[in-house]
């Protein structure tokens, strides 16, 4: 097993350096992503284990950016395997998560935040309040 703590101290040094470009890092991430079995979780942190030294060499900076490209990548030329959310987190195309309408017009934008604030709430509180009361005032329909 490695010892994290002396690898950390020989970089420190100056005695180590791993010399791995984010692309290759970003490479390396997809090739193992690729290679897991559906409906694995802690996709980064599983990753970055299976690496092995070089995960353990990498700056956390650079392991990072090259996760967010690996994500990027893994949507883009997987999309039936992948999806990325509008948060940016990667998840398996298995569909249970829906990809929800993000656009929002500035003018709507505008005039909910003042309603929030005079409300005194958060716009998120103000929404479910809006939506309750949207299900009260329509009928439901049958399937």
């Not at 030294?53 to 997987?78: E, F, P």
Request: charged fraction near 30%; include cysteine; hydrophobic fraction near 35%.
């Amino acid at each position: 097993m490695f010892n994290k703590k002396f690898f950390s101290d020989l970089k420190r040094s100056g005695m180590m350096n791993v010399g791995l470009s984010k692309t290759k890092l970003s490479e390396a991430m997809l090739d193992i992503l690729l290679q897991l079995p559906q409906g694995a979780t802690n996709l980064k942190e599983t990753i970055i284990s299976h690496m092995g030294l070089i995960g353990q060499m990498s700056t956390t900076r650079d392991l990072n950016d090259a996760w967010n490209q690996a994500k990027k990548k893994a949507a883009k030329l997987y999309p039936d395997e992948f999806i990325l959310d509008g948060r940016k987190v990667l998840h398996w195309n298995d569909g249970s998560v829906d990809d929800l309408d993000k656009k929002i017009s500035t003018a709507n934008f505008k005039k909910l935040n003042a309603l929030a604030d005079i409300e005194n709430c958060s716009v998120n509180k103000l929404i479910s309040t809006l939506i309750k009361s949207y299900e009260k005032q329509t009928p439901k329909k049958k399937k």
